[in-house]
Each structure stands twice: as structure tokens, then as C-alpha cells.
């Protein structure tokens, strides 16, 4: 699937609800509406082909049907995210044996960003390169990296 030509920034498709949250309450419920959904897909250009589909009412993360992945609306707006994955992106996620929805968006954000700024220079990113960075850290039980403290 082609990139956009033009890169802009998604308006956020979803309204968080975030009525009588307190801290250590479970995380917000996102809703979604089908228009919001549907422009998503137009927006990132997302082929027909994998078979993206709107969530059922009072859906989690830990929802899809077999054969599915659930993907974050912030992986393709704020991470940049687009399919099919990029050989790092692959590599990272089978390096550090998790499932691309157990990444958090700010995770999706800084590998992305990592990406980027090694390609913007002409390096290939590796894993190995990534690890100089960075360490996976557990952030509200996704998987997101901070910056690495010492030697790896």
C-alpha cells in the first residue's frame, strides 16, 4: 500500500470518555462511529485487502476475532503508522517477542521516530541501533521504550 503523498495529520476519529475516571480506574473508553472509522481508512488509505473492521459496541482491545489484530487509531495519526510493516518494525517486534497490539501508541511513536531519524541520515535502522536507545519498558500493560540507562 502507497504512502500518501502528502503527508497530513489525522483529526482524532474517536471522543474519549472520560466520565468519573479515577486514577487506578480501568483506561478510558474510546468511542468510535462508524463515519469516524471509515474516514480513518480513506485517510491512511488502508487497502481493502486486510480486512479492517469496525469494532462492535463495548469492544476491547483483547476483542478482535480470531484471524484479527486490533491497531490503535493513534498508531496511524500521531505513530505515522502504515501497512504492510517495515523490515525493522518486524524485526523489533520479533526481537522483543510481543504482538504489534501489545505496543502502546507512544511505543508506535518512538520506534517510529527512530526510524525516521536513522533513515533521514541514511542508516538502516536495526535492532541492534534501537537497543542502543532504547528498553522496553510495560506502561499499563502495553509495551512502550524509554530511554536506556547505561550499557546494553
Request: hydrophobic fraction near 40%.
Amino acid at each position: 500500500m502507497a504512502s500518501p503523498s502528502i503527508p497530513s495529520p489525522l483529526s482524532s476519529p474517536v471522543e474519549e470518555n472520560v466520565e468519573n475516571v479515577e486514577a487506578g480506574d480501568a483506561l478510558p473508553i474510546l468511542k468510535w462511529t462508524v463515519a469516524s472509522f471509515r474516514a480513518l481508512m480513506l485517510n491512511v488509505r488502508m487497502s481493502d485487502e486486510y480486512g479492517a473492521r469496525f469494532p462492535a459496541e463495548d469492544d476491547t482491545t483483547a476483542d478482535a476475532p480470531a484471524g484479527y489484530v486490533t491497531l490503535f487509531v493513534d498508531f496511524f495519526g500521531e505513530g505515522n503508522f502504515r501497512m504492510p510493516l517495515t523490515v525493522f518494525m518486524a524485526n523489533l517486534l520479533e526481537y522483543y517477542k510481543i504482538h504489534i497490539s501489545q505496543l502502546s501508541s507512544l511505543g508506535m511513536v518512538r520506534v517510529h521516530h527512530f526510524e525516521y531519524c536513522f533513515r533521514s541520515q541514511e542508516i538502516e535502522p536495526t535492532v541492534e541501533h534501537f537497543r542502543r536507545f532504547y528498553q522496553m519498558h510495560d506502561q499499563l500493560g502495553f509495551y512502550s521504550f524509554i530511554a536506556r540507562k547505561g550499557r546494553i
